[in-house]
């Protein structure tokens, strides 16, 4: 399984970006995906995920009513739309990928994904 990030750049605070996150060789019908991001000097955290098969989405405290994650099946593709961007949201995005289903509880822990990509930097600077 291969997981490619893209979308990131630099955008001012308030603007908004659209994160794409492809996933090529997916055998698993079902399971999670995720995206973290880690600011420089801090740790990797919890943004937003969801299942391929069900209807939940999951937001970290710090990002909803800003962010929305979707997906597309066929294509094996999923997004964060991010809105009303600040800069405490510069950050590298990860996307990751969960085989299988999982409670809804455990989507924010990073130990429960499977594969990883190598992120996609996100700047938001005044």
């Known amino acids: 399984v291969q997981i490619v990030e893209s979308g990131g750049g630099l955008v001012q605070p308030g603007g908004s970006l659209r994160l794409s996150c492809a996933v090529s060789?997916?055998?698993?019908?079902?399971?999670?995906m995720g995206w973290f991001r880690q600011a420089s000097g801090k740790e990797r955290e919890f943004v937003a995920a969801l299942s391929w098969s069900g209807g939940s989405i999951r937001y970290a405290d710090s990002v909803r009513g800003r962010f929305t994650m979707s997906k597309d099946n066929p294509k094996d593709m999923v997004y964060l739309q991010m809105n009303s961007l600040k800069p405490e949201d510069t950050a590298v995005y990860y996307c990751a990928a969960r085989r299988g289903r999982t409670k809804v509880g455990v989507w924010a822990r990073q130990n429960e994904y499977d594969y990883w990509g190598q992120g996609t930097r996100v700047t938001v600077y005044s």
């Open positions: 060789g997916r055998t698993f019908g079902d399971g999670v």
